[in-house]
């Protein structure tokens, strides 16, 4: 057996649960080739019982008339070909929606730059380093000593960086009364000098880390956009002062305003957030970030990471290096599973819809030989004999066209909470797949009317 995460391993979503077990099964398999059997051999004979069915004399009467077979029929394949391009166009739709949220995603601006960033977790146990100046004797040497190893541009400390599990903290703002219900909720951040150079954030207001922030200095504060914007209203905030987790001697004064970064995805706008002095925070579980030159340094810098740990305290380890890209990767696998499931799926049935269109026209078409020959009998142009056939087939294919664009409107609204800056009746769209499937089912119909169009007089009459 052959399990699904080996067709498609880059595009496995960690949130589909068990979907690594996914595999063909045999049982399934024959059930499958069993029904395309049985529906194959029933929807060959109903022809067959029909022509049994059907009263001679009437029939050769409608041939003469006609020659396109019976009119009883006629509706039948009108419908079938109907269906075709209204599923068609609900499935292609339905992909190009998803694509198109795709790649907004992906032209995101996060707030940060996460090009040749790479990052490292380091787990500090809690019974050897209980206070903060336990871990600043730890961390401020390890900083220093990384800030020396090859292969990097630059490196830094960060206790909740973008896209990462993190803290939320509550918080109050002096002198800003809280309703009884509500509660200032922010991400709680621990950052390193150098830290917002490295991923290319701006300091929008005030100032940001420098030398003489550490574990002895005063309590300070870098506040984002967001938080200004939810909890401070139109006030300033540099120099506002600011408490954590309810406990009022604890007071941090905001000395900087710093931009929105995307914290945990592309599509949920950024949060309240709070960057404190790293060695200010008592957190167990700290990030080491650096800016690589190249992909070879990675491994380099890795060696060197835990070497220098190792070299501070044997009984620490630092986790595997990553790079960033990667985990921003991660996080669009769930939208990227969707778009690839349903463009295949659209894909397949168009292919499938371009042969059967072409193949139930031709058939269509071979029917109507002897009316085309009698036509050209009669001095028609052939120009004349292939608008009439168009014609009728142009009005099946756009009646297919505005029942598919009708029924996608009502399915596109189940699945706008999937989608990201696209609205679900995004009129690009829904107008180009339109263009495109009329377009493929025009030269589908187009192809064999002008072939039996082209054929001698003598011949179609014969046939």
């Not at 022809?47 to 006609?66: D, S, Y």
């Not at 990097?152 to 960086?161: D, E, L, R």
């Not at 803290?167 to 150098?194: H, P, Q, Y």
């Not at 985990?327 to 690839?340: A, C, D, H, N, V």
Request: with cysteine; proline share 4%; hydrophobic share 45%.
């Amino acid at each position: 057996m052959c399990r699904g995460a080996l067709f498609l391993p880059p595009l496995s979503p960690a949130q589909v649960p068990r979907l690594d077990e996914v595999h063909i099964n045999a049982g399934v398999l024959l059930f499958c080739l069993g029904v395309s059997i049985i529906c194959g051999i029933a929807f060959g004979l109903v022809p067959v019982v029909q022509t049994f069915r059907t009263n001679v004399i009437e029939n050769l009467n409608e041939e003469g008339k006609a020659g396109s077979g019976s009119h009883r029929t006629s509706w039948t394949r009108r419908v079938i070909l109907l269906s075709q391009i209204t599923i068609t166009v609900v499935l292609l739709i339905g992909a190009g929606l998803f694509l198109r949220s795709y790649f907004r995603m992906q032209n995101v601006d996060l707030g940060f730059k996460p090009e040749k960033l790479v990052i490292s977790k380091i787990g500090l146990r809690v019974s050897q380093y209980p206070e903060d100046w336990n871990r600043a004797r730890l961390l401020k040497p390890l900083l220093a000593r990384i800030e020396d190893l090859p292969g990097k541009k630059n490196v830094a400390i960060a206790v909740g960086p973008p896209f990462v599990p993190a803290v939320m903290v509550t918080m109050g703002v002096d002198g800003v009364t809280k309703g009884l219900s509500e509660e200032f909720m922010a991400r709680l951040n621990g950052v390193s000098d150098g830290y917002f150079d490295m991923l290319g954030m701006r300091v929008i207001a005030g100032r940001g880390f420098d030398g003489t922030d550490n574990e002895k200095s005063p309590r300070v504060v870098i506040v984002n956009q967001c938080l200004a914007k939810k909890y401070l209203g139109s006030q300033n905030p540099i120099g506002q002062r600011i408490t954590v987790q309810g406990n009022g001697t604890n007071l941090f004064t905001i000395v900087g305003l710093i931009n929105d970064v995307h914290q945990t995805s592309f599509i949920h706008d950024p949060e309240p957030e709070l960057y404190f002095q790293y060695l200010q925070v008592n957190s167990s579980t700290v990030y080491v970030l650096a800016k690589v030159e190249h992909v070879t340094d990675i491994n380099r810098f890795a060696t060197g990471l835990k070497k220098e740990l190792q070299a501070l305290d044997n009984r620490q380890a630092a986790g595997n290096i990553e790079q960033y890209t990667l985990i921003l990767g991660r996080s669009l696998q769930m939208q990227k599973f969707r778009t690839y499931l349903l463009a295949c799926f659209a894909g397949i049935t168009l292919m499938l819809s371009a042969v059967g269109i072409f193949g139930f026209l031709s058939y269509t078409v071979g029917q109507r030989t002897r009316e085309i020959g009698i036509l050209a009998a009669l001095g028609a142009p052939r120009n004349y004999v292939i608008n009439s056939i168009m014609r009728e087939t142009l009005l099946v294919i756009g009646s297919g066209l505005v029942v598919g664009l009708s029924a996608a409107l009502a399915i596109a609204r189940l699945i706008g909470s999937f989608l990201f800056q696209v609205a679900s009746k995004d009129i690009f769209t829904f107008l180009s797949v339109a263009l495109f499937v009329g377009v493929v089912a025009t030269l589908a119909a187009y192809f064999p009317t002008r072939k039996a169009a082209g054929l001698e007089v003598t011949e179609a009459l014969r046939s």
